[in-house]
């Protein structure tokens, strides 16, 4: 689908990211095991100095694939997402022009075009709804899920799709046992898995 080249215009890396917003957590259900989902917030890096110094004007936004789970009840320390930066538009005397960004994120990294629910734990104080991003071709494919509070699907921009070819299906050797609801007679079971070690994942 593409070629790597020595030198672009545009930027992929991967960087620790910080800034999250809770979405549900276990505290109000008696469970053996806590769990905790958090979505990705401040997507567009701002930089660590402010004004004409470095980080501060570079056009460049962070690329979130799904909702993340913890089996705690902090907030995630250890997502990494990936960062796609303007090199063209960047720096003290360009024009900041983010049009080309949004074009180059729609291309690689479309929006689901729809999204599935595929659980729900609505007999709960709290509800909980988890939701499969439907892809809008079959050359991308979604990494997460995205989990809401109601019964309204969430809004595409929630989340992106990434190329086919860039991803990889894990192994069961890759793949670790989250949390688990054995379900009764107003929700089914659910499981959910992940591949992060320290109890963090993409949902």
Not at 33 to 56: C, D, E, N
């Amino acid at each position: 689908m593409c070629t790597k080249l020595e030198s672009g215009r545009f930027k992929l890396k991967w960087h620790r990211h910080s800034s999250f917003q809770s979405v549900w957590t276990t505290a109000q259900l008696s469970t053996e095991r806590p769990l905790s989902i958090w979505a990705a917030t401040r997507l567009v890096p701002r930089g660590k100095l402010m004004g004409p110094k470095k980080g501060s004007n570079a056009v460049k936004e962070r690329v979130p694939v799904g909702h993340y789970l913890c089996t705690f009840f902090g907030a995630p320390t250890s997502i990494s997402l990936l960062e796609l930066t303007d090199e063209k538009q960047s720096g003290l005397f360009s024009g900041h022009n983010k049009g080309a960004i949004k074009c180059f994120l729609d291309m690689f990294f479309p929006h689901p075009l729809r999204f599935r629910q595929v659980w729900r734990l609505a007999s709960v104080m709290q509800p909980l709804y988890i939701w499969e991003p439907i892809p809008p071709a079959a050359e991308y494919v979604a990494l997460g899920m995205v989990a809401t509070t109601s019964d309204e699907a969430p809004a595409p921009s929630e989340v992106r799709c990434v190329p086919r070819p860039w991803a990889e299906r894990l192994s069961n050797e890759d793949v670790v046992h989250l949390w688990a609801y054995a379900g009764n007679d107003r929700a089914p079971p659910a499981s959910f898995w992940g591949a992060a070690p320290d109890g963090a994942a993409d949902g």
